[in-house]
């Protein structure tokens, strides 16, 4: 049998790729650009003294206020603290979230009976529990993962609970006249229907576990990129809040991050 030669493309696509690829490189160059540009104004109206830095702070003095946490060696401890409930908190919220709205999608009754005590918990603002959660779990890394699963679970729930319902209702018919069983139409029609929807998921529920986690250390942490914040606005250090602030973003794009790439993968192999 004959083999295509995908790798023979015509001048016209050749050239489409080449744009598109100078397309991407450029979004990119401006995305740093800007980034630049807004990190330069900023240590600019500090050093000028347009803004106060004691209040603003600026690049330079977050950058030495990361070197002194690394100087005294408690840099990495704090991240690893902050990131270690940050990342059970989402693998529990989002194990847990697809078991319950895999049992809501199977059970109507069940789904009837739970859905609107799931939408008045979603709506709750859950720092209004972090009196209960400080008596219940103490004030240990148990009542931040508690806050962190808290914040994502019914989020998680609710996305693919919609996610499962919406699945195309004729296929379902289709199956159920073949003699399919209610496994195997979870199996083999839901659940992959559901692949964009969960890595939506995935997306807010990044969001969800890093204000959880802060939230929660917030409240009751000693220890964490939290509990710095906290720390550096009572005692006026606020280069220490900035500077926590930023390692923040940082990790929580590294994580979105690490979700768009499982992403890629996932539709790379469903295109197969």
């Known amino acids: 049998m004959k083999k295509t030669n995908f790798t023979l493309i015509s001048p016209e696509h050749r050239r489409y790729l080449r744009k598109k690829r100078r397309s991407a490189l450029l979004v990119w160059l401006l995305r740093a650009g800007l980034l630049a540009l807004l990190l ?14 004691f209040l603003s702070s600026s690049p330079s003095r977050i950058a ?8 005294d060696g408690t840099l990495f401890y704090h991240i690893g603290t902050t990131l270690w409930e940050t990342l059970a908190g989402f693998a529990l919220s989002t194990l847990l979230g697809c078991g319950i709205a895999l ?18 918990l979603n709506a709750l603002p859950k720092i209004a ?29 609710l996305h693919m609970l919609t996610a499962f319902l919406s699945t195309d ?5 289709l199956l159920r006249s073949m003699g ?3 496994l195997q139409i979870l199996t083999k029609l839901v659940v992959p229907a559901s ?3 969960f890595i939506s998921m995935l997306k807010v529920n990044v969001g969800m576990a890093w204000i959880g986690s802060v939230m929660g250390e917030y409240i009751v942490s000693r220890a964490g990129l939290g509990y710095l914040i906290v720390y550096g606005g009572q005692v006026f250090k606020l280069d220490l809040v900035m500077a926590s602030t930023v390692l923040l973003c940082i990790l929580a794009a590294g994580m979105y991050f690490l979700v768009a790439l499982l992403e890629k993968f996932l539709v790379k192999d469903t295109d197969r």
């Open 129 to 157: 529990l972090g009196p209960l959660i400080i008596i219940w779990f103490g004030t240990g890394s148990t009542a931040i993962l508690f806050m962190t699963v808290l914040v994502g679970l019914i989020v998680a729930v």
């Open 195 to 197: 692949a964009p929807s």
């Open 64 to 71: 030495a206020a990361v070197a002194g946490l690394y100087a």
């Open 169 to 173: 209702k004729n296929k379902v018919l």
């Open 40 to 53: 330069g104004l900023w240590e600019l109206t500090a050093d000028v003294g347009w803004t106060d830095p």
């Open 180 to 182: 399919a069983t209610k």
């Open 103 to 120: 049992a809501l999608w199977w059970s109507d009754t069940l789904r009837a009976v739970l859905e609107p005590y799931l939408v008045v």
